[in-house]
């Protein structure tokens, strides 16, 4: 056990540092300067980086993706595009796609000349992903998808989607999907933004009716759908890890110099004894965060899968996140419900979940969507319950029969 | 960066396990709450023979010459045992003060026979007003020809009623200054406290002007703080862990039970109620290993933010460990409240640890005082 970094990792470390000083944009005011950026980083080495070299990543050591997204986050670096294509759809057509699907596609995910995003949760199914009922309808040389999907992240601007839907609805309801690779621009797809409770749209809701899919756009065999959702493994897994509580770490300076400046009954919130307990918690729970994301990238390093183990990482983070939130707002009173016109010393100068400029208003209010995306709280309770724990299932009804 | 234990860190925590699973059971445990010294001579002999209370101290001392993170793997298969003896009181609080504050002569004296388990030693931390910050110490050592004379009163010393010497602070004319003192000394009356853990120990220390000679000083007088510090700093992690074990145990208890419990027709453990009260229960039993073992390496590499991450460590582990051993009885249902059913041998050891070397509140305070600290 050694927590030091290696001299390696600190020297990469300084690199990046470096490069980011002389390369950074200070702002990017639309998404073709966040492409411009997202290709520096990318021709710099710095994007994709997990990915294999002969698909045009760098096949670097999760640590050294760490690295690169806690020196982004420390330096308040914008946050590069297609996030979504890089961390998911990639390494999806990496490990399931054909030949020729990897040819036409991986290249242009990395340089986000194509944009992509995930077709994958529905009105009626979103903890109950497998429930999906937009049909994709075989025609032989091609299928014919109707439905809706939701909860798209950034949909408005994706080129391509990753598409799960259901082949064959006489089989029980795992069995029966299968995964597309989409176009967005065609007639018979409708992108409309879904407004969030940040009153911004990072989301949207698709329809699909009639529209088409070529059969070389099929991801592995049909009915393999549900598996292959299931098995992708990204390559930028640990890449948020340190990160991310880098951007609480800055978060919390902010909220004590905050604290320092605002007063109660005529004294600092500082000077209060019951902030201060609350404040002394919250840091405490950041730094023990912390010291799981370097328990996490160790396991990287080794080699190893952090498997359901990620289900108590993103459990812990995602619920500390919401305390941590609703202590910024307690500290800042009615400051930290502006979403305009805050005095620049009440004001979050880091960068959003999304990587846009936040208010902390924002941060508060996006704090809500942590234990709801990417599987519930109770949902990573389930899996941690189930597969961790080897707690028996509960008894479910829909393992049997088909989705009519 | 390496947060993984190394092959010989795993053999040590093995060996420690198989040693206290196959002799401090739960029914040694409750034989030693009957027993009027409260351990077992033969199992203390074990562990001086395994190395175990020599394991911080350096080789020419008698010791292994290991580091906090083996130390806190010890103790945390002690929590998980609920073993009843003076190992953290000798090694932890005597041991350690004795190697962080004393001169050449006070190891030679005390490191070996404490690491061959000759000799018991602990330390008197706390007076009557609770208070950890070492300033609050009432007690007053002045001199008397060539030594001193000590007076005062402590609390909570544990396992002073077989200690052959005690750790404590008092106040000089130069400051908070440290001594050992014999607690069999004339003049030194023990009273048992007595709490709700079976497996633990402690009394209340008179001193009324006991006689110690002048090397009974340890370092120099006035010169108290740091060490004080340092040694908090250790025990409140040793403690952590000695806690993270404990709420180990009620977890792996909680999981064998809900598994084999049944209720309407089905195993408890498929009712979500049940297993999302299981799933937290994990989830905090993971945070409190990575807080334990980030502070404990932290300061045996002496890394610049050891001492937040040792109060980190115990105002966490304090709260968590009493939510999952709590959580565990709350499962269990009745039976986790029976005397006779085990679980409330490690729900009062983590429970008995919670305020000692700081509660969660002492630390939190702490941890912002180093935000706002000039």
């Known amino acids: 056990m050694d927590l030091n970094y290696t001299a390696e990792d600190v020297a990469f470390r300084k690199q990046v540092r470096t490069w980011l000083e002389q390369n950074m944009p200070r702002h990017i005011r639309n998404l073709d300067e966040r492409k411009a950026w997202h290709r520096r980083l990318y021709e710099a080495g710095y994007l994709g980086m997990g990915w294999p070299k002969e698909y045009g990543g760098q096949g670097a050591r999760p640590m ?44 242009k995910i990395l340089t986000a000349e194509e944009m992509w ?24 040389d091609h299928f014919v998808v109707n439905g809706q999907k939701i909860w798209t992240s950034g949909g408005a601007v994706a080129d391509w989607g990753l598409l799960l839907a259901r082949t064959d609805p006489s089989v029980p ?103 201060r307990q609350k404040l002394g918690r919250i840091w405490a729970e950041l730094e023990v965060e912390r010291y799981g994301a370097l328990r996490t990238l160790t396991m990287l390093e080794r080699g190893e899968h952090p498997g359901a183990g990620g289900s108590l990482t993103k459990l812990s983070y995602s619920e500390f996140e919401k305390r941590f939130m609703e202590l910024a707002e307690e500290i800042l009173g009615p400051y930290g419900q502006l979403t305009d016109g805050a005095p620049p010393e009440f004001r979050l100068e880091v960068d959003t979940a999304v990587g846009d400029h936040g208010t902390w208003a924002y941060a508060f209010l996006w704090s809500r969507a942590g234990t709801i995306y990417a599987g519930s709280s109770e949902i990573q309770k389930n899996v941690i319950g189930e597969r961790i724990l080897g707690l028996p299932k509960e008894t479910r009804a829909d393992r049997v029969g088909g989705i009519r | 960066m390496n947060f993984s234990f190394s092959e010989d860190q795993v053999l040590l925590r093995n060996s420690v396990r198989a040693a206290l699973d196959e002799q401090c059971t739960p029914a040694h445990v409750r034989a030693m709450a009957e027993d009027p010294r409260g351990y077992s001579e033969a199992l203390w002999g074990e562990m001086a023979k395994l190395g175990w209370l020599g394991l911080p101290f350096a080789e020419e001392q008698g010791g292994a010459g290991l580091g906090l993170v083996e130390l806190a793997l010890v103790l945390e298969e002690m929590g998980r045992a609920a073993y009843p003896g003076p190992y953290f009181a000798s090694v932890v609080l005597g041991g350690l003060g004795i190697q962080l504050g004393g001169s050449p002569a006070q190891k030679e004296k005390w490191l070996p ?103 009974a000083l340890v370092g120099r007088a006035g010169d108290a703080q740091g060490v004080l510090d340092a040694l908090l700093r250790r025990a409140a992690v040793g403690a952590s862990a000695e806690m993270l074990g404990a709420a180990r145990r009620c977890l792996d208890m909680s999981v064998a039970y809900v598994k084999v419990r049944e209720q309407f027709g089905q195993l408890i453990g498929s009712f979500q ?10 989830m905090e039993v993971e945070n409190c290993h990575s807080a334990v073992y980030y502070a404990a390496w932290a300061l045996t590499a002496g890394a610049g933010d050891a001492p937040a991450a040792a109060s980190i460590c115990k105002s966490y582990v304090s709260e968590a460990a009493r939510k999952v051993c709590g959580d565990a009885i709350q499962v269990h249902g009745g039976i986790g409240f029976t005397w006779e059913y085990d679980l409330h041998l490690y729900f009062k050891r983590a429970k008995a640890l919670e305020p000692l070397y700081g509660d969660a509140a002492h630390h939190r305070e702490q941890i912002v005082r180093g935000f706002t600290a000039p």
């Not at chain 1, 930028?236 to 990160?243: N, T, V």
């Not at chain 1, 109660?264 to 004894?273: E, F, K, S, T, Y």
């Not at chain 2, 010497?165 to 000089?172: C, I």
């Not at chain 2, 109620?273 to 994990?282: K, Q």
């Open chain 1, 64 to 107: 050294e993706q760490a690295i690169v997204a806690d020196e982004m986050a420390r330096a308040g670096a914008p946050a590069p595009t297609n996030s979504l294509g890089v961390g998911i759809v990639g390494p999806t057509i990496v490990v399931h796609g054909s030949e020729a699907q990897k040819r036409r596609y991986l290249r």
């Open chain 1, 117 to 140: 995003c995930q077709l994958y949760s529905e009105p009626n199914a979103g903890s109950d992903l497998a429930a999906l009922r937009t049909a994709a309808e075989d025609r032989g």
């Open chain 1, 173 to 275: 309801k795992h069995k029966g999907i299968s995964c597309f690779l989409i176009d967005m621009h065609q007639p018979g797809v409708d992108v409309r933004p879904l407004k969030q409770i940040t009153g911004s749209s990072e989301f949207c809701e698709v329809f699909m009716t009639n529209a088409r899919v070529e059969r070389e756009n099929l991801i592995g065999r049909l009915g393999e759908g549900w598996g292959i959702a299931q098995t992708t493994l990204g390559y930028e897994r640990g890449g948020r890890a340190l990160a991310r509580i880098t951007t609480y770490a800055s978060q919390y300076k902010m909220l004590m110099d905050a604290a320092r400046r605002l007063k109660r009954n005529g004294r600092p919130i500082l000077d209060d004894a019951v902030t």
């Open chain 2, 113 to 215: 026979a404490i690491a061959s388990g000759q000799a018991r030693a602990s330390a008197a931390l706390l007076e009557d007003t609770l208070d950890w910050d070492p300033t609050s110490t009432a007690a007053t050592a002045t001199r008397a020809g060539d030594g001193w004379r000590l007076t005062g009163l402590k609390r909570f010393v544990p396992w002073a009623h077989v200690a052959d010497v005690v750790l404590m602070p008092a106040r000089t004319p130069e400051g908070l200054s440290l001594f050992l003192v014999d607690p069999r000394a004339a003049g030194v009356t023990l009273t048992p406290m007595v709490g709700i853990d079976l497996s633990n120990r402690w009394s209340e220390m008179r001193l009324d002007g006991v006689a110690v000679p002048a090397d």
């Open chain 2, 273 to 282: 109620a049940i297993r999302h009260r299981c799933a937290e229960m994990l």
